[in-house]
Each structure stands twice: as C-alpha cells, then as structure tokens.
C-alpha cells in the first residue's frame, strides 16, 4: 500500500510515490514507447461534442485526429519533434482541404506534450523544465498534492494527487484564452500493468463543459513514421 508523507513534502517525493501507484511494478512503465487514445466527448447537456484519436510515438511523435460532433470536418494535428502540421478537410459538401505548417514554437509545446504524456509524472528533462509544489487542495471531496509542471517551451500543466494514495485526481492547464481547463478523473481502467484514465470531467473556470470517455486506450500501438510526416510537399 502506498503510504502518504508527513507534511511539507517535495515535489520528487510526490512524484515518486504517483509513479509508484499508477503503475503495479516498474518495468510496465519502461515498456512504453507509445500510446493510442480514442476519446468521445458530450457536453454538459450529454449531446455529442467531438471524436479524437491521439497517437503517441516516443521520444517527440505526436498525431491528433479530431472530428466534430456529427463528423462533418475532420482535423489533423501532427508533429515529429522538427516540424508540425495541420490539415483540415471538409467530409461533406465540397470536401475542401487545407494543410499548414505549424510555427516552430507551437511544434515545441506539441513536443513537450508528447514527452510529459509519456513520462507518466516524471519530471521533465535536466535543462527542460521543472516541477514545484504548490501545496494541497481540495477537489470533489478529495484532499490532494499539486504539482506544477514548466517546460521551457511554454507548455505547463498542474497535477493534482490524492494525499492518501497518490493516485491523479485531476489536472490543470490553461486554454487559449487564459481560462483554466481542469480534467477531473472520475474512472480508471488497468491495462497491461498501467491505470489509465477511463473517464474525465472536463470544467472551464469551475463550470462543467463536458465528459470525456476513453473508448479505446492501448499501449506501444503500430504507427508509421509517415503518419507525422507533413501530407503535401
């Protein structure tokens, strides 16, 4: 059993001991070179929000495919840690397509991503970034530990750990706007060794904006390195 630390503690202890809960021994953790997610999302009114599919190469290869609610357009979003791409196209009517070249500093924050999702808590990289506490909270009735994730490219993200058990209640980043984009874990599924989220509440600024279930989560899928490569040249 996990056991919880007396007060004041720090950021590496913390992250320790949620690595240690998230996974049943460490070797599943080293394993992973890769993740797919397929994710369906509802709005707070349950009415079909999005589709996305987020595939996971390691050490920087990351490809976001997202359709609307009644698939209409779909969205590519990849990068492979050099260069990124988008490609937007229209699955009905005129069918238009449009591919762009990400600039350079969101293909950094794409990267950073991709590193921090499959690093499992740790911290980032000597000379990448770093991570602090920033003392407990509360969140749907549970006592938690944050912990600030800063990447040099920008990209920051705030995790929340239960107190008693270390397990991810949920976590923070900022949207666009400047809104805080909290993911409430309310499910979690076991799958080869790892707990993965199986279903988040999603709040903007306290409110729910909708719930996301991960239909499909699997580890070290097949991927081709052409998938990230920019589709026109």
């Not at 240690?20 to 369906?40: D, N, P, Q, S, Y």
């Not at 991709?114 to 920033?134: C, E, H, M, R, W």
């Not at 920008?154 to 923070?172: S, T």
């Not at 239909?215 to 052409?226: F, G, Q, Y």
Request: with cysteine; aromatic share 10%.
């Amino acid at each position: 059993m996990v056991q919880s630390y007396a007060a004041n503690p720090t950021a590496e202890e913390i992250i320790e001991k949620a690595r240690a809960a998230v996974a049943k021994e460490a070797k599943f953790l080293e394993r992973v070179k890769g993740l797919h997610f397929e994710i369906k999302f509802i709005d707070a009114e349950n009415k079909p929000l999005s589709f996305s599919i987020i595939q996971l190469i390691g050490p920087k290869s990351r490809r976001e495919i997202s359709y609307n609610g009644n698939y209409t357009v779909e969205v590519v979003t990849a990068c492979n840690g050099l260069e990124g791409w988008r490609s937007t196209r229209e699955l009905t009517g005129q069918k238009r397509t449009q591919n762009q070249i990400i600039p350079f500093d969101q293909v950094a924050v794409l990267t950073d991503m991709t590193i921090n999702d499959l690093a499992f808590y740790s911290a980032p990289a000597k000379g990448t970034g770093t991570v602090s506490y920033i003392g407990t909270d509360e969140i749907n009735g549970k006592k938690v530990h944050s912990i600030e994730y800063k990447f040099n490219s920008g990209f920051k993200i705030i995790r929340h750990f239960g107190v008693n058990n270390f397990e991810l209640v949920a976590y923070d980043q900022k949207n666009p706007k400047g809104e805080v984009y909290r993911q409430q874990v309310e499910e979690t599924s076991w799958i080869e060794g790892i707990c993965f989220v199986k279903r988040e509440t999603i709040l903007v600024n306290g409110k729910k904006y909708a719930e996301a279930t991960y239909e499909k989560t699997s580890v070290n899928p097949e991927v081709s390195p052409n998938s990230f490569a920019f589709p026109i040249r």
